[in-house]
T-cell receptor, first 116, second 112 residues
Framework: DAGVIQSPRHEVTEMGQEVTLRCKPI?????LFWYRQTMMRGLELLIY????????DSGMPEDRFSAKMPNASFSTLKIQPSEPRDSAVYFC??????????????FGPGTRLLVL | GQQVMQIPQYQHVQEGEDFTTYCNSS?????IQWYKQRPGGHPVFLIQ?????EVKKQKRLTFQFGEAKKNSSLHITATQTTDVGTYFC????????????FGQGTELSVKP
């Protein structure tokens, strides 16, 4: 299994530009999570999906952030317009969720975003 | 909101010394997981604890889940340079599906 795949691995952009991060979860997993990691705030959950449906987006910083999961094998996290304070490592993780289950999350390698 | 507090934030040890990191939750957890993130890497699952008072061991690593299911600890005996990284606890609250609440992590450095 290839694991969770994220692209791009690195992104450098200028303030005001649109940024799109992509994630392919592990085949067969039905839950997908987007996290942001910074030195100041640690690992923050932005949003998660179950069966392609957004369940909890309370961690999304503001309207500049949006996430979609059009099918079970693909998700995007979009920032428009980007700001320097969005610079961080963005991780995607997936798991197989069952009610009452004890599933673990598998993280992708992350996208390192730098907004100048 | 629900929080998982983890201490210490940083720990520097000499190789061979022991290391412990602690997690405390404001809410009773249905289970707790531990992850390790190597420098420049991504979090990788280590273990999950489910039962009150549960203790699990992985070689030199010992994981405990408190009786009240609100706290947990990870203890490493005789650290090695390969133990370097950030250790995260992550708690699951029963009514929140697959969502995990991560602690801030403890960054461990080991001096040879």
């Amino acid at each position: 299994d290839a694991g969770v795949i994220q692209s791009p691995r690195h992104e450098v952009t200028e303030m005001g530009q649109e940024v799109t991060l992509r994630c392919k979860p592990i085949s067969g997993h039905n839950s997908l999570f987007w996290y942001r990691q910074t030195m100041m705030r640690g690992l923050e959950l932005l949003i998660y999906f179950n069966n392609n449906v957004p369940i909890d987006d309370s961690g999304m910083p503001e309207d500049r952030f949006s996430a979609k999961m059009p099918n079970a094998s693909f998700s995007t996290l979009k920032i428009q317009p980007s700001e320097p304070r969005d610079s961080a490592v963005y991780f995607c993780a997936s798991s197989f969720f069952q009610a009452g289950g004890q599933e673990t999350q598998y993280f992708g390698p992350g996208t390192r975003l730098l907004v100048l | 909101g629900q929080q998982v507090m983890q201490i210490p934030q940083y720990q520097h040890v000499q190789e061979g010394e022991d290391f412990t990191t602690y997690c405390n939750s404001s809410t009773t957890l249905s289970n707790i997981q531990w992850y390790k993130q190597r420098p420049g890497g991504h979090p990788v699952f280590l273990i999950q604890l489910v039962k009150s008072g549960e203790v699990k061991k992985q070689k030199r690593l010992t994981f405990q889940f408190g009786e009240a299911k609100k706290n947990s600890s990870l203890h490493i005996t005789a650290t090695q340079t390969t133990d370097v990284g950030t250790y995260f606890c992550a708690g699951r609250i029963g009514n929140q599906g697959g969502k995990l609440i991560f602690g801030q992590g403890t960054e461990l450095s080991v001096k040879p």
